[in-house]
Structure formats: structure tokens, C-alpha cells
């Protein structure tokens, strides 16, 4: 039980030792603080374009192939029940056109 007491109280302590260094090297790097804020804008707007680049890429890819295959399978659909009623048609024309024998 001591110990897990002593190991908390390490770990407060450790994060407590962060803060207190991250909050003095703030307050240095305070007057370079617009530069860097840019820099950080410009490698995010950048990380930005390319994952936008690369999600729109991705998507006409995806979408051109779906599609593709939407359109072969509506086109042999079609065609299968357009000569089934041509064949169709053509008994009829010729059942007409011949009479009753």
C-alpha cells in the first residue's frame, strides 16, 4: 500500500515538474510566439490539402469504378430483356403477317 501511495505521489510530482517547465519556457518563447503560430498554421493547412487531395482522389476513384459497374450491369440487364421482347415482337409479326393456316 506504501508504495502505490509513493508511486502517485511520484507521478503528481512528475506532472507537476512538467508544468512548472513548460509554463517558464512559455513565457521565453513568448516574443517568437506569431512566428511560430504561423509556421503552425502553414504545416496544418498543408496537412490539410494533401488529406483533402488525397480523399477527393480516393473518392473519384471509387466512385468512377462503382459506377462503371453500375453501368455494365444496367446495360446487360437491358440488353437481355430487350432481345427477349424483340424475339417476342418478332413471333408476333410473323404470326400476323402469315395467318391462321
Known amino acids: 500500500m506504501a508504495t502505490r501511495h509513493l508511486l502517485v505521489l511520484f507521478l503528481v510530482l512528475l506532472v507537476l515538474g512538467f508544468e ?14 506569431p512566428a511560430l503560430l504561423s509556421q503552425v498554421q502553414d504545416s496544418i493547412y498543408q496537412y490539410w490539402d494533401s488529406a483533402k487531395t488525397a480523399a477527393q482522389n480516393l473518392y473519384s476513384k471509387t466512385y468512377l ?6 453501368i ?3 446495360y446487360s440487364k437491358s440488353t437481355a430483356a430487350m432481345t427477349t421482347y424483340a424475339g417476342i415482337m418478332t413471333d ?3 404470326a400476323l403477317l402469315k395467318g391462321e393456316q
Open 92 to 94: 408476333q409479326i410473323l
Open 72 to 74: 455494365r450491369d444496367i
Open 20 to 33: 512548472v517547465r513548460g509554463a517558464s519556457l512559455m513565457q521565453a518563447d513568448e516574443p517568437s510566439s
Open 65 to 70: 469504378s462503382s459506377l462503371d459497374e453500375k
